[in-house]
């Protein structure tokens, strides 16, 4: 079946120590996103790849960095997680930016020691 | 401020009954309004969809209103089971004219708990 794929679905960190956390997607859709979700709190649009263009959000700490090295993968980079970085980090894909339905993977739950 | 309110924040039902969860957004213009059910520890599933120009939509047990006059919409789940706890989220599409694009805006959802 297609889907948005994440991996690992449970990652634990030090404070400081850089993780990175993978999506990847079976849709072929050009545009993949990624979200911070924090406990009953809605998800927080982080950054998107739409094809290979990166458009990161304006609050988005410099912290969090992405890659999408082809169509299919996408990365989350966290260069110095803090205790406030603990969250669900959702990934999700759309055909088109404009076809605004998205696909959401299981999620990635981030904790940091 | 947020631009997608949702009520209750949490629920309690007990199975077999019904309920109906409430959102209110200002996003103006728009495209389309989707609920989605957000398992604990899973990511969102898009349950419903509707554009402007529809009042209702039904998914199995799940029935989504719109109300694009006063901006309301609300979801409606009938004869509610154990499988149902979740969060709803209700998400709200801009619309878009040109070729920018709308950023989706997410309420913070209601969380349902159905006790047997």
């Known amino acids: 079946d297609a889907m948005v794929i994440q991996n690992p679905r449970y990652q634990v960190t030090q404070f400081g120590k850089p993780v990175t956390l993978s999506c990847s997607q079976t849709l072929n859709h050009n545009v993949m996103y990624w979200y911070q979700q924090k406990s009953s709190q809605a998800p927080k649009l982080l950054f998107h790849?739409?094809?290979?263009?990166?458009?990161n959000e304006a609050d988005t700490p410099d912290n969090f960095q992405s890659r999408r090295p082809n169509t299919s993968f996408c990365f989350l980079d966290i260069r110095s997680p803090g205790l406030g970085d603990a969250a669900m980090y959702l990934c999700?894909?759309?055909?088109?930016?404009?076809?605004?339905?998205?696909?959401f993977g299981p999620g990635t739950r981030l904790t940091v020691l | 401020k947020n631009q997608v309110e949702q009520s209750p924040q949490s629920l309690i039902i007990l199975e077999g009954k019904n309920c109906t969860l409430q959102?209110?957004?200002?996003?103006?213009?728009?495209?389309?309004l989707r609920w989605y059910k957000q398992d604990t520890g899973r990511g969102p599933v898009s349950l419903t969809i509707?554009?402007?120009?529809?009042n209702t939509k039904s998914n199995g047990r799940y029935t989504a209103t719109l109300d694009a006059d006063t901006k309301q919409s609300s979801l409606h789940i009938t004869a509610s089971q154990l499988s149902d706890s979740a969060s709803y989220i209700c998400?709200?599409?801009?619309?878009?004219?040109?070729?920018?694009?709308?950023?989706?805006?997410f309420g913070a959802g209601t969380q349902v708990v159905v006790t047997p």
């Open positions: 959102c209110n957004y200002t996003v103006s213009p728009f495209s389309n």
């Open positions: 790849y739409y094809d290979k263009d990166f458009n």
């Open positions: 999700a894909t759309s055909r088109d930016r404009r076809v605004n339905e998205q696909f």
């Open positions: 998400v709200v599409s801009p619309d878009v004219t040109t070729d920018s694009w709308g950023k989706l805006q």
């Open positions: 509707m554009t402007f120009s529809e």
